[in-house]
């Protein structure tokens, strides 16, 4: 009985202690941040964190009708990414992420932090710079990928240049240093085909790249059995002239492509591609195009994702190419009156999985 009684107690005892670290967990990240920092031992032992997320997008509705406080919030996002980055001494990045509105007076800065976080031998660099927040902006306005941080110049792009003789030393530790690269995401970014590809040859464990709204990016080709690269998003890039993807093991590709306006994309032996995403002005013009540079795949995909315009109720009478081992279909579309979804039977028809 006393065995039973005991046994009893100390089971109670760790039930109240498991309810306990269920009560600390669940404390907001406010609260938990406020708690280590009373701790003398956390004092120094952040500064050795391998995740920094600089994220300070909430503040931007606050100040997006009023110049003079963006100003004074993108001085002031500057002075914390740049205090936070002198302060830590940890000697390996899984993750660097910057997601404010930063345009290209903040050149100098983004150069410098972009030369940390491949000095810690980054795995996931993200610059999200979009405008507000949320909105592609200018290109004119865009930051600028500082291709000399690679080792590539181009005399027509000043921003690729070298700026200072004592940045040879800088580059010659950088090139050592990023091939550790898993994650690139750009947003609002002005950065070159020549400055991706690199990327795509010289990083041996990339899988996944994301470039939305660079002003710059002309030309891009994904080709090579060696790339590593699964994922690859391309959207709004209004100069881009054309995409070749060729003998890689590509997963995802999604992309706003204007062919439309003469843009091309070539798919060439990418048996491992089974998820496309594609945005375009028109349903027809898409469906008509579908044929054609979808053509390797079309028998192979597993999820189908389309955003379109109006006028997407004359697809009913579209003949779709079958889909057989079509799973997953996204139509996203916008317009003001409503229609009907009828016309969606078709594709249904098309892709009996």
């Not at 100040?63 to 002198?86: D, E, G, H, I, N």
């Not at 080709?223 to 959207?235: A, C, F, N, T, W």
């Not at 995802?252 to 492509?257: A, D, P, Q």
């Not at 070539?266 to 002005?281: F, I, R």
Request: glycine share 4%; charged share 20%.
């Amino acid at each position: 009985m006393a065995k039973r009684l005991h046994s009893f107690a100390l089971n109670k005892c760790q039930e109240r202690v498991r309810i306990a670290k269920d009560r600390i967990s669940q404390l907001p990240d406010e609260v938990l941040v406020h708690i280590l920092s009373l701790l003398t031992a956390w004092l120094s032992l952040w500064r050795y964190i391998d995740r920094l997320d600089f994220d300070a997008t909430k503040p931007l509705d606050k100040v997006a009708l009023q110049p003079k406080l963006q100003k004074r919030q993108m001085f002031k996002y500057l002075r914390w990414v740049s205090c936070t980055l002198q302060m830590c001494k940890g000697q390996r990045l899984d993750q660097f992420r910057v997601c404010f509105d930063l345009n290209k007076y903040a050149q100098h800065e983004i150069d410098k932090w972009i030369e940390y976080a491949f000095s810690r031998n980054v795995q996931r660099l993200e610059l999200d710079l979009l405008e507000g927040g949320e909105d592609i902006r200018n290109s004119e306005n865009c930051y600028t990928f500082p291709a000399w941080l690679l080792g590539l110049g181009d005399s027509a792009d000043p921003s690729s240049c070298i700026p200072h003789s004592n940045d040879l030393q800088i580059l010659s530790t950088v090139k050592k240093n990023f091939k550790s690269l898993k994650v690139l995401l750009f947003k609002s970014v002005n950065i070159t085909g020549k400055v991706l590809e690199f990327f795509l040859h010289n990083c041996p464990f990339l899988e996944t790249m994301v470039v939305h709204g660079s002003g710059t990016l002309v030309n891009l080709e994904v080709v090579g059995p060696s790339l590593k690269l699964r994922e690859l998003d391309i959207q709004d890039c209004y100069y881009l002239n054309s995409i070749k993807i060729c003998d890689t093991n590509l997963v995802t590709l999604r992309t706003s492509l204007r062919t439309s306006a003469g843009a091309k994309l070539l798919l060439k032996n990418v048996p491992m591609l089974v998820e496309v995403e594609y945005s375009t002005g028109g349903f027809i013009h898409y469906m008509n195009n579908l044929s054609s540079f979808l053509s390797c795949v079309i028998s192979q995909l597993l999820v189908l994702h389309i955003h379109a315009g109006h006028p997407w109720e004359k697809m009913q009478h579209y003949d779709f190419p079958q889909l057989t081992k079509l799973k997953k279909f996204v139509f996203t579309t916008w317009g003001r009156d409503d229609k009907s979804l009828l016309g969606f039977m078709s594709i249904i028809r098309a892709a009996p999985s």
